[in-house]
């Protein structure tokens, strides 16, 4: 199926005082794809998509820069370009973890998670550094935390998740900070250290994501971003540009959405 690739220079104006001012919305990109598996933003904010098992790499201005095919690793569940220079792959279906350059091609093989005996994972987050990544054991109901492809060794282990969190699947799983947030939709947000200790946690109901950065936790709404300090505590919210988001990410003012259509590129901009 072709890929539409469109830049739509709109601007939405929010009307009160939303992050504690004035801002429009300003639409910069939006990449058209209805079959978008798994996606992420890398540190330069170059857009990573998988889909039907070939991988593509977009710059910043959503052009596409780099295509590969995947499909002997399956079906890319999850997509972690934290690192630039080696982003993570999984692929729940095939148990199977893999690294891929700034190209897409593979690099220090692939992890099969039999091998570090995880019962079956689901979710896969990197840690903040290269060599270390967490894995959620779900037919344990664990957190494992691994130093390096090489290593079947778990450095940290989170155990007994359960009577823990009081649920069963989580919907994502982010390392920040050194602190590890487990987000289970329409229930709780939980934060560990990185030794796998629960240091607190955080209700909203009706959260759909959430998306942690150095300051902030963005937790994502059905018309709203909620913007949570995470030293002091504070919130703040803002109206979305756009219904139907499932997921997102923020650099700064640049906020990106994925939505049943694709993702799209938005700059949060103050009025004076």
Not at 242 to 271: A, H, Q, T, W
């Amino acid at each position: 199926m072709k890929t539409l690739i469109l830049f739509l220079p709109l601007v939405f104006i929010i009307s009160g005082n939303c992050f504690g001012q004035t801002f429009t919305w300003k639409l910069e990109h939006t990449y058209v794809n209805k079959n978008i598996e798994a996606w992420d933003i890398t540190p330069l904010e170059e857009l990573i998509v998988s889909e039907q098992g070939t991988l593509h790499k977009l710059d910043t201005n959503f052009k596409v820069a780099f295509t590969q095919s995947r499909k002997e690793f399956g079906t890319i569940s999850k997509i972690d370009a934290r690192h630039s220079l080696k982003t993570m792959l999984f692929s729940e279906n095939q148990q199977m973890i893999g690294f891929v350059d700034n190209t897409l091609s593979f690099q220090d093989g692939k992890i099969d998670l039999a091998l570090l005996n995880i019962g079956y994972g689901t979710h896969v987050c990197y840690s903040d550094q290269t060599s270390r990544f967490w894995v959620f054991d779900e037919q344990n109901a664990r957190l494992v935390r691994f130093e390096g492809i090489k290593s079947s060794v778990a450095q940290s282990e989170i155990s007994n998740l359960m009577a823990i969190t009081y649920n069963d699947m989580p919907t994502s799983l982010i390392e920040s900070q050194n602190q590890l947030f487990l987000f289970y939709e329409g229930q709780d947000i939980f934060v560990f250290d990185y030794y796998g200790s629960l240091l607190r946690k955080y209700f909203h109901e009706d959260a759909i994501q959430i998306y942690p950065t150095e300051k902030y936790l963005y937790i994502l709404k059905k018309s709203t971003i909620v913007r949570l300090n995470r030293k002091t505590d504070q919130e703040e919210s803002i109206a979305l540009p756009i219904r139907g988001i499932e997921d997102l990410r923020v650099f700064g003012n640049e906020v990106y959405f994925k939505d049943k259509k694709g993702v799209s590129k938005y700059s949060l901009i103050p009025i004076k």
